[in-house]
Nanobody, 121 residues
Framework: QVHLVESGGGLVQAGGSLRLSCAASGSIFSINAMGWYRQAPGKQRELVAVISSSGSINYGDFVKGRFTISRDNAKNTVYLQMNSLKPENTAVYYC???????????????WGQGTQVTVSS
C-alpha cells in the first residue's frame, strides 16, 4: 500500500503565504511525477503544479509566478510554496503522485486526502 500525507493548509489573509507538504510512504520502488491539484466548491479539480522525477515542472495557467513546486526525492516529498495568496485561491489542495510499486513494479496514481486552504480578504 501507498499513502500520501499532506500538511500545511490553513487560513491565511490575502497577500500571505503558505507552504504545503506531501510525503509518500509505503510500498514504493520509485516515484515519477508528483504534483498538486485543487478543487474549489462547485468547480472541477484543476492542475496547480506538477514536477517530474528529473525536475521538469509545469504550472497551471493561473499560477503566474506566485507558486513554486519542489521535491525532495530522498524523502519522497513534494512541496508547494504559495505566495501572494488571493481569496480565489481558496480550495482543497490535493497531492498526487505516480508511483511504481516496490513489489509488483506496476505504476499507479495516488491521491492524498486533501488539505483546505482558505484565503480571507
Amino acid at each position: 500500500q501507498v499513502h500520501l500525507v499532506e500538511s500545511g493548509g490553513g487560513l491565511v489573509q490575502a497577500g500571505g503565504s503558505l507552504r504545503l507538504s506531501c510525503a509518500a510512504s509505503g510500498s514504493i520502488f520509485s516515484i515519477n511525477a508528483m504534483g498538486w491539484y485543487r478543487q474549489a466548491p462547485g468547480k472541477q479539480r484543476e492542475l496547480v503544479a506538477v514536477i517530474s522525477s528529473s525536475g521538469s515542472i509545469n504550472y497551471g495557467d493561473f499560477v503566474k509566478g506566485r507558486f513554486t513546486i519542489s521535491r525532495d526525492n530522498a524523502k519522497n516529498t513534494v512541496y508547494l510554496q504559495m505566495n501572494s495568496l488571493k481569496p480565489e485561491n481558496t480550495a482543497v489542495y490535493y497531492c498526487y503522485a505516480e508511483i511504481v510499486d516496490r513489489v509488483v513494479r506496476g505504476t499507479n496514481g495516488y491521491w492524498g486526502q486533501g488539505t483546505q486552504v482558505t484565503v480571507s480578504s
